[in-house]
Each structure stands twice: as structure tokens, then as C-alpha cells.
């Protein structure tokens, strides 16, 4: 007599998938200070993973005011322009408002937070924590120029 009447299989072992950076489209890398790309010794681009990629989009939507290119959408960018200096602040929570929206539009951003602030003349500087799935925090500094 047969043992069995339904047939009897090993199951295929499953795969764990792996956190792939790559699921992040990679870029290339971009200097803020000099405002250009940054090149290898044979004037090639500089290719940055999907983290830095990441981490200099979210420094590039900082630093870019809303609706001042039409290759944006309206989604893009801060409201630095809008924010009334009367004190400081309403100024402060305003700017944090602001980079924070900007921020969170993007889907792997998990919270902006840690706003801290200084004043050099017409410039200042704003550093915050921002969290993106799956990495760890990463402190940022943006300078945002001429704001009175």
C-alpha cells in the first residue's frame, strides 16, 4: 500500500531579500560649495549611492525656493522668501516648517528634527537630524543666504 495519497515535496528554501541601497536610484555627486559636480582625475562624473544621493537631494530641496524654476514642480522646494522676519522666533518655527514640508515629500524621509540656528550677518545657517528608511540619522547643515 502506498504511504501517502497526496504527493509529499521538499519546499524551496525562501530567500531573505537583502536591503538593496540600490532600490534608491543612484547620482552623482555635487559639490554646494563650487555649485558643479565633482570629477574624478579623468573628468568623469563621480557616482554617489542611493544614501548620498538621498542626503544631497535633501540638502539641494533646502537650499532651492519654491516655484523659482519651471522645471520644478510646486511640491519642490522651501518658502524662504515668504517667511516675515518680525521675531525671531516665529522666524525660526517658520524655517523649520518650511524644510520640514520640503523634506517629507520625498517617501523614504522618516522625520526632520533637532532644528538648531545661527546668525552671520544676512546669512544664516540651519543644521537639523533627518531620518530616510532604512538608514540611520545624518546630521545636515544648509546655509541660506540673504535672508532679512
Not at 530567500?15 to 538593496?20: R, V
Not at 560649495?33 to 574624478?40: A, N, P, R, S, W
Not at 538648531?116 to 546655509?143: M, N
Amino acid at each position: 500500500m502506498a504511504e501517502s495519497l497526496f504527493p509529499v515535496f521538499d519546499m524551496p528554501d525562501i530567500l531573505e531579500e537583502e536591503e538593496d541601497e540600490e532600490k534608491y536610484q543612484p547620482s552623482v555627486y555635487f559639490d554646494f560649495e563650487l555649485g558643479d559636480f565633482v570629477l574624478d582625475g579623468a573628468h568623469r562624473m563621480v557616482k554617489a549611492d542611493g544614501r548620498e544621493a538621498y542626503i544631497q537631494w535633501c540638502l539641494k530641496m533646502v537650499e532651492t525656493e519654491r516655484d523659482s524654476y519651471l522645471a520644478y514642480s510646486q511640491e519642490i522646494g522651501t518658502e524662504f522668501e515668504e517667511i516675515r522676519n518680525d521675531d525671531q522666533e516665529s522666524f525660526k518655527a517658520e524655517v523649520e516648517q518650511t524644510i520640514t514640508d520640503a523634506l517629507m515629500v520625498h517617501p523614504a524621509t522618516e522625520y526632520v528634527r533637532d532644528f538648531e540656528f545661527e546668525f552671520v550677518g544676512d546669512e544664516f545657517y540651519v543644521s537639523f537630524v533627518i531620518k530616510g528608511y532604512p538608514w540611520e540619522e545624518e546630521a545636515l547643515t544648509a546655509v541660506i543666504r540673504e535672508v532679512v
